[in-house]
């Protein structure tokens, strides 16, 4: 099942102009989040782990078990990206300029959706979530739509069972805080190439992984995409995993495309192509 164009879904937000301090200081206020921290907004004990929803000042976040905070919105710039993991993802608008068609494996929130909606609003989204309990509060408590369509299917198994072709496809799915055993397996990969257009882009975020894991995991992914890129987020366990159907372009290249995206966004990519490693191609 796909999205309606953003622009057919009735809902704008608020274009941001934050600082660059002002994100800084809003990261280390988030930095120090707990499950203790902030107005309980909401509890739910009887799935297989404790979902809540806290808020501190402008900040919604959700825990789904475990000290982790897995996403989080400004309530009053519901469509800024405040997490570094999400804004990482983005780097997949360096490597595809025009892309027509997003898939995001791993809805959560929605942290995307309204990012996209209100600053690139004729791309095409098509949103999937295994947990029909987030979907349901992702539109009651985090500003995504009630007739906004969200696939409740499991990444891996939605992966494998469509014929569409997306420009890009972000995947952000963990199973009780860990990486889950698809993003191990090259049919997972294969699936994801096949899915994706002529000049597609994959994007992964992983937990951190042992290098021997990790090399296990490109091993995988290298069976299938000759070009991959790791980038790794400064005081963060995660690595962003890119994967390329088309050779990447030049570095020069890959910051005149940071710089002029963070203006047309409003959202600061200055600082992923210097924490960009490019692997050698095979």
């Keep these: 099942m796909e999205a309606a164009a953003p622009a057919q879904a009735q809902v704008m ?27 309980l907004l909401y509890r739910n004990d009887s799935d297989d782990v ?13 825990h789904i078990g475990g000290e982790a905070i897995q ?23 360096l490597f595809h300029e025009r892309p027509t068609k997003l898939l995001n494996l791993g809805f959560g929130i929605g942290c995307f959706e309204r990012f996209f909606m209100a600053r690139i609003p004729d791309l095409c989204l ?17 500003f995504i739509p009630d007739d906004y369509p969200v696939v409740n299917d499991n990444a891996d198994h ?18 009780n805080e860990r990486n889950p055993s698809c993003l191990s397996d090259s049919r997972f990969y294969y699936a994801a190439y096949r899915a994706l257009d002529a000049n597609g882009v994959l994007a992964v ?49 890959i910051d005149l495309r940071a710089e002029r995206l963070s203006e047309k966004l409003a959202v600061d990519l200055r600082r992923l192509p210097a924490q960009l490693q490019r692997l050698p191609s095979k």
């Design 126 to 142: 098509t949103s999937v979530e295994s947990n029909a309990s987030i979907i349901r509060l992702a539109k009651k408590h985090f």
């Design 71 to 93: 996403a989080a919105m400004n309530v009053a710039l519901p469509d800024q990206l405040i997490l570094p993991i999400n804004i990482a993802l983005l780097s997949t608008l």
């Design 158 to 175: 939605f992966l494998h069972n469509i014929d569409q072709r997306y420009s890009i496809i972000l995947c952000d799915i963990f199973e």
């Design 13 to 39: 937000f608020t274009l941001s102009s934050l600082s660059r301090q002002t994100v800084d200081a809003m990261l280390d206020n988030i930095s120090n989040l707990s499950p203790a921290a902030g107005r």
């Design 205 to 253: 975020n992983l937990l951190a992984l042992s290098e021997s894991d990790l090399i296990a995991v490109l091993l995988e992914v290298r069976k299938h995409f000759a070009w991959v890129l790791l980038l790794q987020i400064p005081n963060f366990g995660n690595l962003i995993l890119i994967a390329l159907k088309n050779e990447p372009p030049p570095p020069g290249t």
């Design 50 to 62: 404790r979902i809540e929803i806290r808020e501190y000042e402008n900040i919604r976040w959700l």
